[in-house]
Every structure is written in structure tokens, then in C-alpha cells.
């Protein structure tokens, strides 16, 4: 099946500092999204991006589909974005999502 | 404002003992997803219903099973559960469109005594 790797596996920053995470799967996709898991396990979709840039607030994500890779974006981090980012592939016909290994995110004060 | 609501939010069961979990949705979406997501893990498929049809992955244990009675309504049924079941289950929708992303409900975490 398809691969999915995330880089880095733990970052810790600072209080507005601005961080890139990146997504590269092993396969073509039709499609892939970016989550959020809080600390208290609930995942928040932020991005539903198959191909280019989007932005909301801080956070922006860009997508090269022909070269197999994901981007996300935050900038001027706060302690609220602390929590496990994770992107997550479609494939297949009902758009099973396989997700990624993720990315543990402490901000600190 | 909840479109996934998965209930309940925490249960204990006792090892061995069945246990359902409940989704629900207002979305009105076709296809339905449950997963399974243990500690320090991502979450992994373990089956879907597109519409009535029941879907299971090769690798979902077979103690695991699920009922779609109706559009609204997925449950997940863990037989016999085990240590090794302890997790959060999440449930997600997603309408079958061209561009149509999965919504997540907040899931239930699952322990077992």
C-alpha cells in the first residue's frame, strides 16, 4: 500500500516562531488532507488541498502532487497550535485516507 | 452546530465484555468510516460503508463489526474486547463528490478494565 512520511517527527519552538512540516507519500493521490489532533484527541481538518497553496490565518499549505510532497505552513506559532499535525492521502475509489506518521508540535512561552 | 457526533465521548468496558459505539451525522453523507487509533499512533481504517455496502479492510480483526441501519446511523460492535483494543475510534463522513473532503466527529475513547 501507499507510504505516507512525515518529517519532522517532534518539533518544540518558541512562541512566534514559524515552522514548515512536510508530507511526502509514495504514490499518486487523489487527494490530501491536513489535521490537527489536539490534546484532547480531536482532529481538526485544516486543509483539503490535491494540488497548490491555500491559506487561512497563520497556517498555509502547498501541495506538489507530481512530485509527491505536501508542505504545511505556520507562522508566529502559539501555544494553541501545540498538538500532532497529521496528513492524510486519498485513494481509491471511497477515498480511504491512509495518514502519515505525523509531527509532535510543542510551543512554548 | 456538531455534524459527526460519536457517543459517547469516553467508555470503559470490561475485558471480554461486548461493547458498541455509536455515530451519528447530519450531513446527509454516503459514505461513512471507522478507525481505529491507538496510543502514539495514526489512526488506521478499519472499515466503511459506502451508502449500504460494507466495506472491511484485509487486517481488521475479526471480533470487530459494523451496522449502518440507516444513512444517519453507523455502530461500531467489539465483541469480545481485548487489552490490545484500547484506542480512540473515530468516525468520519464524506459525500461521494469530486473535491469532497472526510469530516471527523471527536471520537470515543475506548478502555478496557
Not at chain 1, 512540516?21 to 499518486?28: A, G, I
Not at chain 2, 455496502?53 to 487486517?59: C, G, T, V
Request: glycine share 6%.
Amino acid at each position: 500500500g501507499i507510504q505516507v512520511e512525515q518529517s519532522p517527527p517532534d518539533l518544540i519552538l518558541q512562541e512566534g516562531a514559524n515552522s514548515t512540516l512536510r508530507c511526502n507519500f509514495s504514490d499518486s493521490v487523489n487527494n490530501l488532507q491536513w489535521f490537527h489532533q489536539n490534546p484532547w484527541g480531536q482532529l481538526i481538518n485544516l486543509f483539503y488541498i490535491p494540488s497548490g497553496t491555500k491559506q487561512n490565518g497563520r497556517l498555509s499549505a502547498t501541495t506538489v502532487a507530481t512530485e509527491r510532497y505536501s508542505l504545511l505552513y505556520i507562522s508566529s506559532s502559539q501555544t494553541t497550535d501545540s498538538g500532532v499535525y497529521f496528513c492524510a492521502v486519498h485513494t481509491g475509489t471511497a477515498s480511504k485516507l491512509t495518514f502519515g506518521t505525523g509531527t509532535r508540535l510543542q510551543v512554548t512561552l | 452546530d456538531a455534524m459527526v457526533i460519536q457517543n459517547p465521548r469516553y467508555q470503559v468496558t470490561q475485558f471480554g465484555k461486548p461493547v458498541t459505539l455509536s455515530c451519528s451525522q447530519t450531513l446527509n453523507h454516503n459514505v461513512m468510516y471507522w478507525y481505529q487509533q491507538k496510543s502514539s499512533q495514526a489512526p488506521k481504517l478499519l472499515f466503511h460503508y459506502y451508502d449500504k455496502d460494507f466495506n472491511n479492510e484485509a487486517d481488521t480483526p475479526d471480533n470487530f463489526q459494523s451496522r449502518r441501519p440507516n444513512t444517519s446511523f453507523c455502530f461500531l460492535d467489539i465483541r469480545s474486547p481485548g487489552l490490545g483494543d484500547a484506542a480512540m475510534y473515530l468516525c468520519a463522513t464524506r459525500i461521494d463528490r469530486r473535491g469532497q473532503p472526510q469530516h471527523f466527529g471527536d471520537g470515543t475513547r475506548l478502555s478496557i478494565l
